[in-house]
């Protein structure tokens, strides 16, 4: 028994490393945000797994107590990870809306998002939040405050 | 074979010389940031002079002699929280500064004044 | 009933955080748990005004346990785009996900399984709300993929939150 | 072996962490950075998990934990100082 | 248990504070009430306890029943109940002079920060353990910082980020020093790594000595010395001149600490560079008296200077200038304390705007002030018949056969000279010349001359402290001489001396 | 006891002035009289024991640390001078009750007056040196007042800033030459120090002692060099100069000389000093008042004459000198306070004092022109008149006095020039007054004044005629009783007489007065020839040095207090480096021998980051941004060092404590420029960094050498042992915060607490003056997106809210045992809040708060010191800790501790500090933007009420 737990462990904390490797590896490869958007948000988030699922194998049979906290981390991280991907993409949109607008860098090397065509559906003055409506995307949001 | 405790004597070297560069910039800033590099240094310090130990956290148990001196922990805690309070009292100061007078060098002199040196009587 | 307990389901959440993080199983632990759980929602409530109503049961650990297969298959996906497609293969793309759910933590779910799933991330919801602004790394096909998010997740999700 | 795995992981995240380095200094947008950044913090978390194994302890496990929760709202923040300037109005 | 008592300076503030704080959506009368109790009880516990040691041997309270070294102890001495006496002498004055000026109206937490204020400078006097002083500085200063910036405007809050700065850098350094003495000695109290010192292999004695040489570069920036004292004058000449005032006990404590710790710990070695920079501090800020166009500016160099006198009897570390500079610390204290709130008043009272030495038209109580300004000015220039004249006295006759003897006979005769030429110049312009311009019109309304009352409390408090000259002195000498019998203080609070815990 | 009375009377007396200050001047006047009347009694009874050579005394300990005590003595020589202190000030008392003008505050002039005639007293009958320097500085400020008295006049102002700066300034170097004096000579007391002569010329200090005593003795007395402060201090009111600067206080340098005279007279360096300087101001000053013509001038440059006269006496060293000098002391008081008082008769009268417009007065003020001759007369040294009596005495000393080794005719060459010139100034007094062409018109009408005024005067000038005519009678016994007492040895014989016989002292006297009567009928060849000379204005040079040293020390002070921080910061820097280097230099260094840890190259790895991370921030400190994503590495791997390195509970609060700080900045940045112009040059940003280096380089050799080498027996092994037996906890590093050393702790959650106080005090006016102003100016610095609150976010801060809040529970609760506690309870709790702040508005957060921040600091803190408080109603010291095991059905087991109170109260602390610093420092901005419409919804984007909204307006009609 311990063997085969031991083999398993072992193959989650490598998968785990491996997965964090290549996530980073992802990051500093891809071409564009938001292409390594994918790899860190995705692979951290297996590779942090594979070490938390091998630390709570490992613990109860390697004489330790029974361990299950470590789903708290990844309880936490789930919940967090697409914030932060949302956040920093709309960080990212925003930078690169704001820099076709002022033409101080080349065209976007994806379809703008402020230009992404919304469904019929959609209202006329509808537009992505980060931009806000269409009529206002345009102009950079620097009207004097008082 | 390169020891922990020169990398951390070497890193807490590195910090400070960070620090001290940064906290002599002429913007509060850069100041403000020197100062929390310092205060890394710092903490890292009053830390190493418990002596550095790899798998023994001051967590006590019966019978256990192999333990990291806790004392300087406590202290290093002790100075994390006061530094924590201090900077944030200067970010403040200094936001509030800067507002008050429209210039954030950290002598008060308004930004026209010819750059170079900005030290002494011009 | 809903005064004392204004969530139940985050009450249950709340207990399992705490029974984790004891990290052992007593039953004094339980206790303790059972009355922070409710305590604890009691003083965060007016952070959390107009709480959808969501049904917990097997639709919900279906959904949990069909995201978690699709993390680790993504995983091993995208590790393969990452190491082994040249950068000029790609096929990216921005995809406009029309949406059916209305209600905010239902939207913040679906595309926090977007996000958490192969290879596309949530990027940006419309102003009205009733978009959802996804960009996937590597899709032949942006039609299909819509469909498939939207029947494989947006679906299940309208069954949890009603 | 597991001790094998351990210094295999060991390597491989200290190979993300210089990876993760050079996207933090490299850019080219603040966007990226912030993404590397987070990752770095994800990567820190696992490497954190890991020494937990080889030391046999559970006592690092709660900076994980906090690291996750505390991580996400450094990245938020960088993100919405991005994005508004201000981060909290 | 009596002996809480020596708790009481730290807890009393700490609760009025804190009360301070609780009734903050109530009158700030209230505030000006609580802080004025608790300086008066302050003053009735300080009185107590300096009764109480007078004579005896120190007495340690250790706390959370923890023996020394391993708690925290404090120590009450001679020399502790003589700080703790002056500051609440201070504290109840400046508090009263605050209340009736309206300085508390000018902001927000005026009391609250002033009773922390006091609480820190109370803990640094009382506590004997080195990492507790640490805490306690950072109390006083941050406590500092907040009163420093009362009131605001541009000037102050330029000269508030540079003297935050400066003393977070010198906590840095603090700090520094102690890791390198714990990490020497293994100990944080103060009595027992004086123990620890004296039995300390010679190889680790370098660390030792650089950890006291940078513990004394701290309380030295603390107490302004050359070439770490260029934060004062500004500071001191930009905030609130009575919050100023109040901060005349703050570069006592820094020499407080290199009194404590030198005569305790580490001996006389620092006293090698400690004189010099004394000296040389005395000519600045006596030559920046000279210079001053601003009262302000005048009454902060002051203290730089009289502050370095003080220290440049320090320095000598023997018991005679021990017994001068305890005198001349007590002195020094006030004549500031009151230079300062004298300078509030006239920049209060007068009928132009600043703090410019400048004449003004006649104006209702110009003549009161004069008369307070001249009487100040002897107290603070050190001449007959207030105290600073029997300190100078103390100090030249205890300096005479002193190393550098001839400097500090000369600078301490020429400093003076120049600070009575300042002061002369100063009042003469603001009292005697008069401005062509009209007169202020009778309607103005009379000043308050019940804000007078803490200023002329603390001028007879001068010329107490030189009619009682013969005891108080006796005090001093008496507390010099329990200063370099160091194994009183060491018995006290390691029990017997081999409960030590010295290797 | 008398004696005390004696000298208390006149401060006495002055602070009886005020309380008669709305009575008439008349009554002023007999209470300002008291004094001295009540003064001269107490002489006159005991005059006939001190002319026996008794010397009463008291003596009461003051400051037995310093040797300063309560010492009044009288001998003769402290007897005449108190008398003449006395008496004449009684005479100048009466005569300021008719000279002062009723505008004038006379309560408030006699009240100085007073105060002087009581240090003087003091000076004279001190027993103890010490004591004595007291009344001597007091004299010096009661003067400056008293110059100044006329405080709207400019001279005025000078002339006393002028008198306090020369006698201020010989005052200490007096106070230096008798503190010398009294350690040379082992006591302060004036009879000890006297009796020592021998033993102080004896000692190696003896030059620098007299140098300093005389430093203090010819500035009082306006001798050559420092004579040129008197003249300018007559700006005084007349009835001042006639008292202090010619009867008493310019005396007091003399009577010094006196007193002292037997500890310090008698070496050469003594007989080079001081006579050489006496002989050189009595010529000197006797040419200068040849050549003025304010009366006043004429009259003080001859004081400064007379005064050189008496210090050359003292300093020839011989008793019969010495006897002289005491002599001619008595008849220059008498005759110069009465020509005093008769210039200010005729400045009164006349309206100047200028004596070129005056002349022929005696036709129209007989009285006066009369006591003014006979004084000017006894001046000159003209017989009758006590004047020539003691000139002659002199004289004759002179004659037989070997002067710098030599018996040559220098000495008394030089002297007789100064008698001409003396006869030439006194008789050009009275002849330019009295005498003379009398001018077409004064500015006033003169005539005789009432009695009041000329009365004084005329006792004086009795005296002066009276001593001429019967010297042996009125002054034999008190001459030599005091030269007895000045020389401390019996006195020569005394005999002066008008008639000597034909003396050399007599021929000098008649060649004096016919040079004098010369100089006098030859003045205007003379005077045209001294302004020619254009001799220095000592007082111009004064100003002008006074105006150089002010000069130079602004110079200096604005050189060093330049109000560069980065100045304070570098000095710092090295100084820290400078002693931290010479601590470790001054002793070997042994390296340590303790064993050292590898590195993994995990470690290394983290190591590599840090430095980047260290240098990146440096390299882009001015992209304020970036730096700030740049230095979360740095926390990032000192975290991690705290893990590896066995400190959980560092990692926890350092990972906590980062975020925290990271938001603080990145709020205070959304105002600060955000990417400004660089200050510093090259070189400047070298010279920092090799600081940096220099001190990097220090701190890591003391960390790396404190490391290596074995830790001795520190005192955490009791902590280590107690902890859990003692203290209820397995955590020792928390249980050393919240019990070992909970008084730390204590001190700790009160700074942040304050920081936080101090944090609301600064940003509460933000909104007004210049701050408000620049505020609502402010523009974004940088393009904005228009979504307030990402809506993802927001959902996610609501779950994580309880989530994170019941993280810090657990971390709380399990803190005592394992890594945690309150102070990382405390900070979670913040971030989940701050996350709500952040996600949701300030507006809508704040609304929902439910305890005050300010509370939570105030209740956090008290908490705590109730907690330390607590042990008191056991009988144990303050914050003792307390715990107990308890066991409860369903629950269990389990622990009850005080420290855990204390946690709670760090916690609230924590959390309220936190929350306020923040809060108010996103305010700030809030303010910059308030009228911005934007609603206060908690996110940007709701679809569910988007989609209500128009269903709901559907419903309306
Ligand atoms: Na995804
Ligand atoms: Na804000």
């Given at each position: ?146 | ?122 | ?162 | ?89 | ?503 | ?547 150089g040293t002010i000069a130079i020390a602004r110079a200096l002070t604005d050189a060093v207090h330049n109000g560069a921080l980065q100045r304070q910061l570098a000095l710092l820097f ?384």
């Open positions: 028994m311990a063997p085969f737990v031991d083999i398993i462990i072992a193959a989650l904390i490598v998968l785990g490393g491996a997965f964090a490797l290549i996530g980073s590896w992802g990051l500093a490869r891809l071409p564009n945000l938001m292409a390594r958007l994918h790899g860190p948000t995705k692979a951290t988030t297996l590779g942090v797994g594979g070490c938390l699922v091998a630390a709570m194998l490992y613990f109860p049979t390697h004489g330790m107590a029974f361990s299950m906290h470590e789903l708290l981390v990844t309880l936490f991280l789930f919940i967090t990870a697409p914030i932060s991907a949302n956040m920093v993409a709309k960080a990212y949109l925003h930078e690169r809306m704001t820099a076709a607008r002022d033409g101080t860098a080349p065209e976007p090397d994806l379809p703008p998002a402020y230009r992404m065509p919304l469904p019929e559906a959609a209202s006329e003055s509808c537009g992505w939040a980060t931009f806000g409506a269409p009529e206002e995307a345009p102009q950079p949001d620097t009207t004097p405050r008082r | 074979m390169i020891s922990m405790e020169f990398l951390i004597a070497s890193a807490i070297g590195v910090l400070t010389a960070g620090g001290i560069y940064l906290a002599l910039r002429a913007r509060t800033f850069p100041v403000v940031l020197g100062l929390a590099m310092l205060s890394y240094a710092i903490n890292l310090f009053l830390f190493a002079i418990g002596r550095l130990a790899v798998g023994q956290p001051p967590i006590y148990a019966k019978g256990l002699t192999d333990y990291t001196d806790p004392l300087p922990q406590a202290l290093v805690l002790t100075a994390i929280v006061i530094s924590f309070g201090m900077t944030a009292l200067i970010v403040v100061l200094a936001l509030r500064t800067f507002l008050e007078t429209g210039t954030d060098q950290v002598d008060g002199k308004p930004d026209e004044s010819p750059a170079e040196d900005q030290e002494g009587q011009p | 009933m809903n005064r004392l307990l204004p969530h139940p389901g985050l009450t249950v959440l709340l207990v399992i955080i705490w029974m984790l993080a004891l990290n052992a199983f007593t039953f004094g632990g339980f206790v303790v748990a059972l009355v922070l759980g409710i305590i604890v929602p009691l003083f965060t409530a007016p952070y959390w005004p107009d709480r959808p109503s969501v049904r917990f049961g097997l639709p919900l650990l279906k959904y949990v346990l069909l995201v978690i297969g699709d993390i680790v298959i993504a995983n091993f996906q995208i590790a393969w785009i990452i190491l082994f497609r040249k950068t000029r293969d790609m096929r990216p793309a921005w995809l406009a996900i029309p949406l059916d759910v209305s209600s905010t933590e239902a939207i913040t779910v679906l595309a926090a399984t977007i996000s958490l799933t192969p290879g596309t991330v949530s990027a940006d919801i419309s102003t009205d709300g009733r978009h959802l602004l996804v960009h996937a790394l590597d899709t032949p096909d942006p039609a299909a993929e819509i469909a498939r998010i939207k029947a494989r997740y947006e679906r299940r999700l309208m069954e949890i939150f009603r | 072996m597991i001790a094998g795995a351990l210094t295999i992981a060991l390597g491989c995240v200290s190979l993300a962490l210089v990876l993760t380095l050079y996207r933090l200094f490299k850019g080219p947008s603040a966007a990226d950075r912030i993404l590397a950044l987070d990752t770095l913090v994800i990567n820190v978390i696992a490497l954190i998990v890991l020494l937990g194994i080889l030391e046999e302890t559970m006592v690092y496990f709660e900076a994980a934990l906090l690291l996750a929760m505390v991580g996400f709202v450094g990245t938020v923040a960088y993100a919405k100082f991005l994005l508004r300037g201000d981060i909290v109005e | 248990m009596s002996s809480t008592l020596i708790a009481a300076p730290i807890l009393l503030p700490v609760l009025a504070g804190t009360a301070t704080l609780l009734f903050r959506r109530r009158r700030r009368a209230i505030g000006a009430g609580i802080s004025m109790m608790s300086c008066a009880g302050l003053l009735a516990i300080a009185a107590l306890l300096l009764a109480r040691t007078y004579g005896t041997a120190p007495e340690a309270y250790a706390l959370g029943d923890w023996p020394a070294p391993f708690g925290i102890v404090l120590v009450l001495d001679q020399l502790a109940a003589m700080m703790l006496v002056l500051t609440a002498l201070l504290g109840l004055a400046v508090s009263v002079h605050t209340a009736l000026t309206g300085l508390d109206r000018k902001g927000w937490h005026f009391h609250a920060l002033f009773q922390f204020q006091l609480l820190g400078v109370n803990g640094a006097f009382l506590t004997g353990d080195l990492f507790n002083l640490f805490v306690f500085f950072e109390v006083l200063l941050i406590a500092s910082y907040g009163l420093m910036l009362h009131g605001q405007g541009a000037k102050r809050l330029t000269a508030g980020v540079q003297y935050v700065i400066i003393n977070l850098v010198g906590s840095s350094v603090f700090l520094v020093a102690l890791g390198l003495l714990y990490g020497v000695t293994g100990t944080l109290n103060m009595a027992d790594m004086a123990v620890r010192a004296a039995t300390l292999p010679d190889g680790d004695r370098g660390l030792l000595n650089a950890g006291a040489f940078l513990l004394m570069l701290v309380f030295g920036l603390k107490a302004a010395l050359l070439p770490v004292h260029l934060w004062l004058p500004r500071t001191y000449a930009s905030t609130a001149p009575a919050v100023a005032a109040m901060f005349a006990i703050m570069t006592k404590v820094g020499a407080y600490a290199i009194i404590r710790t030198a005569t305790l710990i580490f001996g006389d070695a620092a006293g090698a560079f400690l004189l010099p920079a004394a000296l040389a501090t005395m000519v600045l800020g006596y030559a920046g008296m000279l210079a001053a166009r601003q009262l302000r500016d005048l009454a902060a160099f002051g203290l730089l200077g009289s502050t370095a006198t003080l220290l440049a009897a320090i320095a000598l570390f023997d018991e005679t200038a021990m017994t001068a500079a305890l005198y001349y610390l007590l002195h020094t204290t006030l004549a500031a304390g009151v230079l300062f709130l004298l300078v509030d008043l006239v920049v209060g009272w007068r009928a132009v705007e600043g703090a410019d030495i400048v004449p003004t038209p006649a104006y209702k109580g110009k003549i009161a002030l004069g008369v307070m300004f001249f009487i100040t000015a002897i107290g603070f220039a050190g001449l007959p018949p207030l105290s600073g004249f029997i300190g100078k006295l103390l100090i030249l006759a205890a300096a005479q056969s002193a190393p550098l003897a001839p400097w500090i006979w000369g600078i301490v005769l020429v400093t003076s000279l120049m600070g009575i030429v300042a002061l002369a110049r100063a009042g003469s312009t603001l009292f005697w010349k008069s401005d062509t311009s009209p007169p202020i019109p009778a309607s103005r309304a009379a000043p308050d001359y019940a804000e007078a009352a803490p200023v002329i409390a603390l001028l007879a408090l001068l010329a107490l402290l030189a009619a009682a000259a013969g005891p108080i002195t006796a005090y001093t000498q008496a507390t010099a001489a329990q200063l370099f019998e160091r194994q009183a203080y060491i018995t006290a609070v390691l029990g017997t001396p081999d409960r030590s815990t010295a290797p | 006891m008398y004696l005390v009375w004696l000298t208390l009377l006149p401060f006495i007396g002055a602070m009886l002035m005020p309380l008669v200050r709305a009575q008439g001047r008349s009554l002023q006047t007999l209470v300002a009289a008291g004094p001295a009347v009540i003064g001269l009694v107490m002489l006159g009874t005991i005059a006939p024991q001190v002319m026996a050579g008794e010397v009463p005394a008291l003596r009461a300990a003051w400051v037995p640390a310093l040797g300063l005590d309560v010492s009044l003595r009288v001998d003769a020589l402290g007897w005449l001078f108190a008398a003449l202190i006395l008496g004449i000030g009684l005479l100048i008392i009466a005569y300021t009750r008719f000279y002062l003008s009723p505008k004038d505050d006379f309560a408030r002039f006699l009240a100085l007056l007073l105060l002087f005639q009581g240090a003087m007293l003091g000076i004279a009958l001190s027993g103890n040196v010490l004591l004595l320097l007291i009344f001597w500085e007091l004299t010096s400020l009661s003067s400056f007042l008293l110059i100044g008295f006329k405080n709207d006049k400019a001279e005025g102002r000078q002339g006393a800033r002028m008198a306090l700066a020369v006698t201020g300034g010989g005052g200490l170097a007096l106070i230096g030459g008798l503190v010398l004096l009294g350690q040379i000579a082992g006591s302060y007391e004036l009879a000890d120090i006297l009796a020592r002569g021998a033993m102080i010329q004896a000692s190696p200090l003896y030059p620098a002692a007299l140098v300093l005593i005389l430093l203090g003795c010819f500035t009082k007395s306006a001798q050559f060099p420092f004579h040129f402060w008197l003249p300018h201090a007559m700006a005084a009111p007349t009835p001042v100069s006639a008292y202090l600067h010619s009867a008493t206080m310019v005396k007091a340098g003399v009577f010094l000389l006196a007193r002292l005279w037997p500890a310090l007279a008698g070496s050469e360096l003594w007989f080079a000093l001081v006579a050489t300087t006496g002989l050189v101001t009595m010529v000197v000053a006797a040419a200068i008042a040849l050549h003025r013509h304010d009366l006043k001038a004429i009259l003080a440059y001859s004081t400064v004459s007379h005064l050189g006269l008496l210090t050359m006496l003292l300093g020839f060293g011989t008793p019969a000198a010495a006897q002289v000098a005491i002599f001619h002391l008595i008849n220059h008081a008498l005759f110069k306070a009465a020509l005093f008082m008769n210039a200010g008769i005729v400045d009164h009268e006349t309206g100047t004092r200028d004596i070129r417009l005056l002349g022929g007065l005696a036709g129209l003020m007989p009285i006066t022109a009369t006591l003014g001759t006979v004084a000017a007369a006894s001046m000159a040294g003209l017989p009758p008149f006590g004047g020539f009596l003691s000139k002659e005495l002199m004289l004759e000393e002179v004659w037989h006095t070997p002067f710098l080794g030599t018996q040559g005719l220098l000495l008394p060459a030089s002297v007789v020039i100064g008698a001409s010139l003396s006869v030439a100034y006194s008789l050009r007094y009275l002849y330019g007054l009295y005498f003379g062409t009398r001018p077409d018109s004064f500015p006033q009408a003169p005539h005789d004044p009432g009695i009041g005024l000329w009365l004084p005067p005329a006792l004086l000038v009795a005296g002066t005629v009276l001593v001429g005519l019967f010297p042996q009678t009125l002054t034999k016994g008190l001459v030599s009783a005091a030269a007895a007492a000045t020389t401390g040895g019996t006195a020569p014989l005394f005999k002066p007489m008008l008639w000597h016989g034909l003396t050399p002292a007599l021929a000098m006297s008649v060649i004096a007065v016919a040079f004098g009567t010369m100089a006098l009928w030859q003045h205007r060849p003379l005077q045209k020839l001294w302004d020619s000379l254009a001799l220095p204005d000592a007082k111009m040079l004064f100003e002008r040095g006074l105006a090295a100084a820290a480096i400078a002693l931290g280097a010479w601590g470790m230099a001054a002793v070997p260094f042994a390296a340590g021998t303790r064993p050292t840890l590898p590195a993994p190259p995990l470690a290394i790895i983290a190591w590599l980051m840090l430095l980047a991370g260290v240098i990146a921030v440096c390299l882009v400190q001015a992209q304020r941004f970036l730096s700030l994503i740049y230095i979360s590495i740095i926390g990032v791997v000192v975290s991690l060092a705290f893990v590896y390195l066995s400190a959980p509970d560092l990692a926890l609060t350092q990972i906590s404590v980062e975020v925290v700080t990271v938001l603080l900045l990145l709020l205070a940045l959304n105002l600060l420029p955000k990417q400004p112009a660089a200050l510093s040059g090259t070189g400047r940003r070298l010279r920092d960094a090799a600081i940096g280096v220099v001190g990097g380089g220090a701190i890591g050799f003391a960390a790396y050498a404190v490391m290596t080498r074995a830790p001795l027996d520190p005192i955490s092994a009791y902590h280590w042992a107690n902890s859990k037996s003692g203290g209820g906890g397995t955590n020792v590093v928390n249980v050393t915060l919240v019990d070992f050393r909970a008084f730390d702790t204590f001190g700790e959650i009160i700074v942040l607490g304050i920081a936080a106080l101090a944090i609301f005090a600064l940003l509460q006016p933000a909104s007004r003056g210049p701050s408000g102003q620049r505020l609502r100016a402010w523009l974004p610095d940088m393009p904005r997106s228009p979504e307030y609150h990402p809506m993802m976010f927001a959902v996610a801060a609501r779950l994580l809210l309880p989530l994170a809040s019941m993280i810090g529970i657990y971390i709380f609760l399990r803190g005592h045992n394992l890594p945690g506690g309150g102070f990382i309870a405390g900070l979670v709790f913040s971030i989940a809040m701050l996350m709500q702040y952040m996600a949701s508005g300030y507006e809508w957060s704040t609304q929902r708060r439910r305890i005050d921040e300010h509370l939570m600091i105030g209740l956090g803190v008290l908490i705590a010191a109730v907690t330390g408080l607590g042990s008191l109603p056991f009988g144990a010291p303050l914050f003792t800790s307390w715990f107990d095991y308890f066991t409860l059905p369903l629950v269990g087991e389990f622990e009850l501790t005080s420290a855990m109170a204390f946690d709670i109260g760090v916690a609230l602390t924590v959390v309220g500090a936190v929350m306020l610093a923040l809060k108010e420092l996103s305010h700030v901005a809030q303010r910059a933007e308030k009228d911005e419409a934007h609603d206060d919804a908690p996110m940007d984007i709701d679809p569910a009420k988007l989609r209500a909204a128009p269903a709901a307006a559907e419903d309306v009609p």
